[in-house]
Structure formats: C-alpha cells, structure tokens
C-alpha cells in the first residue's frame, strides 16, 4: 500500500482548520453589525419614500402583496421608488393605480402552468 491511499491527511486538515479561522476572523461581529445597521437604514428610507409615494390604501394592498409574493412586491417597490426618485409622480399612487401596475407586472412575469393527470395503466 502506498501512503497516499488514505483519504485523511492531517496536514491537510490542519491547513484548512487555520485558513477557516482566519476566515472567521475577517468578518467580525463590528462589520457583521454595520452591515446590518446600513440594511436597516435603506429599508427605512425605502418605506419613507414609498409612504410619501402611496396612499394609505395602497401602501395597504402593497403589505398584503408583500405576505403573499414578496419578489413581486419588492420589483413593484422598486419601480415606485425610481418614479417617485425621477420626480415625475406629482401625487401619491392610489390602490386602483397600484392594481394596474400589479396587472402589468404579473402579466409579464407570469409563466403558464399545465398539469397533467396519469391513471395507474395509461401509458
């Protein structure tokens, strides 16, 4: 047998046991805890601007999309925001129009589904 037909080698181990601690230690808890804080500050500047750009009733609808299919509420967010941005929303978004929009995105996002139902013998 030669020396290399066992998979364990301890010098291995030992050399990805140091690389994962200094890996470890290049993230710390401070950069961790900035991260999160810069996350929390953009939401919160996201929900101002969507407040300013919504009315009550959409800001509503807006929530209960977000529960239900949060990719599509984010993309429909994210598309308020950069109108409100480029100044051309010159009054809040009511819940009709926020309909529309959400017509507008689930139609071209939208796959078509099929099922097909086999019986036990059917080929």
Request: no cysteine; charged share 35%.
């Amino acid at each position: 047998m030669s020396e290399y037909s066992s998979d364990y080698d301890p010098e291995l181990e030992e050399l990805k046991r140091r690389e994962l601690a200094r890996a470890q230690q290049r993230v710390s808890p401070q950069d961790i805890q900035e991260r999160n804080a810069a996350a929390e500050a953009e939401e919160a500047r996201r929900q101002a601007i969507l407040r300013q750009a919504l009315t009550r009733e959409a800001r509503q609808r807006l929530q209960t999309v977000k529960m239900v299919k949060p990719n599509v509420a984010r993309m429909l967010e994210d598309q308020i925001i950069a109108v409100y941005q480029s100044g051309k929303l010159d009054r809040p978004i009511t819940d009709s129009a926020l309909k529309q929009l959400l017509y507008r995105i689930s139609s071209t996002s939208s796959r078509e589904t099929s099922i097909t139902i086999r019986r036990k013998g059917e080929v």
